[in-house]
């Protein structure tokens, strides 16, 4: 259950860190 929880947490901060990327810079993508 450990590791099942490791995993989640790993997969939920890549999550967010894509989601906080992609914020900042799709609105580029449409500006210019």
Excluded at 10 to 24: D, E, N, Q, R
Aim: charged share 10%.
């Amino acid at each position: 259950m450990e590791a099942y929880y490791n995993y989640i947490k790993a997969m939920h901060l890549i999550f967010v860190v894509t989601w906080f990327a992609g914020l900042f810079y799709i609105p580029r993508l449409f500006i210019y």
